[in-house]
């Protein structure tokens, strides 16, 4: 299995600011992903993080309002930017364990989530 | 489009009782299906993950099952302790085409309450 950790855990942000969460897994992963699970909702995709080349993103979600690092193989940041009150959600950091041998289903494995709340 | 249908939404049940929650999927290629627990303020915790040709697999007291022909899956919780309080969200793996990569589909979850 693989154990991730966020931070920071929950924020209060002003309008207008950027927040950057920070995502850290205990073991080298080539797939990691960040979601958006806003109250009451299923979990939505935003991006797929690259190790070193621009992150995927998902229809709806554009760099510039979430920018996204991953300098290496463990590690990967979400930036939310110019936030306003829609941006109230959890984000959650993801990662992707695929199985060769023997082989099975791939696994995701979920951060603890960061609850962000703009006032 | 691909989608994952829960029901019921909520549910409230007493302690030591038993529960099943259902999802219906509409996901082509589908590779996989998925419940997973998520407590509140936590991420999502797997519990069981489902291929095409498995009907019925169980993690403890929670035990799923799919009909791949009818598209549906169930979570059935047996003798359901306090601490099984919890959103269980299904989730559908579809295969992309060339290989590794795959989309996953969430559905909006069941939250269920255990009272004591």
């Known amino acids: 299995s693989a154990v991730i950790s966020q931070k920071p855990s929950r924020d209060i942000c002003q309008r207008g600011t950027s927040l950057t969460i920070q995502c850290q897994v205990d073991s080298q992963v080539t797939m990691m992903f960040w979601y958006r699970q806003q109250p009451g909702q299923s979990l939505t995709l935003i991006a797929t993080a690259n190790q070193g080349s621009e992150a995927t993103y998902e229809s709806g979600f554009v760099i510039d309002k979430f920018p996204i690092s991953r300098p290496n193989l463990t590690f990967s940041t979400l930036t939310v930017s110019n936030m306003s009150p829609e941006d109230s959600s959890i984000y959650l950091c993801?990662?992707?364990?695929?199985?060769?041998?023997?082989?099975?289903?791939?696994?995701?494995?979920f951060g603890p989530g960061t609850r962000l709340t703009v006032l | 489009k691909n989608q994952v249908e829960q029901s019921p939404q909520s549910l409230i049940i007493l302690e030591g009782k038993n529960c099943t929650l259902q999802c219906n999927y509409t996901v082509s290629p589908f590779s996989n299906l998925r419940w997973y627990k998520q407590d509140t303020g936590r991420g999502p915790v797997s519990l069981t993950i489902m291929t095409f040709s498995e009907n019925t697999k169980s993690n403890g007291r929670y035990t799923a099952t799919l009909d791949a022909d009818t598209k549906q899956s169930s979570l059935h919780i047996t003798a359901s302790q306090l601490s099984d309080s919890a959103s269980y969200i299904c989730?559908?793996?579809?295969?992309?085409?060339?290989?590794?990569?795959?989309?996953?589909?969430f559905g909006k979850g069941t939250l269920l309450t255990v009272n004591p």
């Open positions: 989730v559908v793996s579809a295969r992309s085409s060339g290989g590794s990569n795959y989309k996953l589909t």
């Open positions: 993801s990662v992707g364990v695929v199985w060769r041998l023997p082989p099975r289903p791939d696994t995701q494995y």
